[in-house]
């Protein structure tokens, strides 16, 4: 029987993860999102706007779907970037110094290891110029006295990214190691920074419609297998793909199981929400469910198929599993 557990192992490291992190995350997020949270409307707008994008993705020229998630991502990278460069002047300096490091290792490999692919000048150029702006933010940060935020910290995640992308995502060190990366770390800070917005109402509003509009695109209409393929074309990091352990062969190759990060954001969200409402304890176990929930129906679909099945009912199969008798047995106790 065909099984794997590194997928569902990524899913619960991942979710436990953003649990961990979201205390300081959603401090620091408060003042940036005036402690605004989803109403049940904006909830169900969500979702309609989820499916009616995906529905609608293949039909978007490939160079906008790249421009789109490349400023997203960015975006994302900046927010995050820019709320915690307020750290000690000596972890800035590390920073700083790792990022000049890597910035030249990232052009000498490209140069050197690369340098057969197309635009391997522009790849050094981008990376030299990146490491320069960087000793300069150095220099810049052993005069300065304050300990306030730091733009010239938040530009850089995303500017390493973007050179990355642009200049190695047609390498073999892209997929799978940089790109399952990437994959994980923005899966965390979509599940840190949207899941501040969810209540415990919006959060089953949100569950039960998305997953409703899961089955319909994956299972009816087929736009989501079409819309996930479209965009991994561009090997932009909107999945996580990740070789089967047992090793599993498909016509001689290795077999490898791709997971959204969407679903990651499911799974993430019912988590935090599952922390506010029942505590720590609840949580993990919750977590601990979705996570058997998942392996189970991925080692159904890996003997018996179907090739795609909605990721968002695997998950919350194990969620129900735990919190519906407890929310019941709440109800019912007053």
Partial sequence: MNFDVVMPLTLFLVTIAAMLLNGKAERKLKGVLEEKQFRTRDAVLLVASVGVTISLIVFIPQLAIMI???????????????????????????????????????????????????NALY??????????FTFAALV??????????????????????????????RTPIWFPYLLDSYGVIFAVLIILY????????????????????????????????????????????????????PTI????????MSLGLGDFFFAGLLTLQTYKK???????????????????FEALLLNYGPAAFPGTLMIICGWLLLVLPKSLKKMLTG
């Fill in 123 to 132: 790849g050094v150029l981008a990376f030299l110029a990146l490491s320069i």
């Fill in 68 to 118: 789109i998630f490349l400023f997203s991502y960015s975006m994302l990278l900046f927010i995050f970037g820019y709320l915690f460069s307020d750290m000690k002047k000596t972890r800035t300096e590390l920073f700083l110094t790792a990022f000049i490091m890597g910035g030249l290792v990232a052009g000498a490999a490209r140069f050197f290891v690369f340098g057969q692919v197309e």
């Fill in 278 to 296: 029942y505590g720590k304890r609840t949580a993990v176990l919750s977590a601990i469910a979705m996570t058997i929930s998942f392996f189970v």
């Fill in 194 to 245: 949207l899941g501040s917005l969810f209540t415990w109402k919006t959060t089953l509003i949100f569950a039960g419609l998305l997953t409703a509009v899961d089955i319909v695109l994956v299972l009816f209409t087929g736009s989501m297998v079409s819309a996930a393929r479209t965009v991994s074309e561009l090997r932009l990091p909107v999945l996580v793909s990740l070789p089967t352990i």
């Fill in 249 to 256: 062969l498909l016509e001689g190759n290795r077999l490898y």
């Fill in 140 to 169: 810049y940060e052993t005069r300065r006295t304050s300990f306030a935020e730091r733009w010239y910290v938040a530009v850089l995640p995303p500017a390493l990214f973007i050179c990355l992308y642009l200049f190695f995502s």
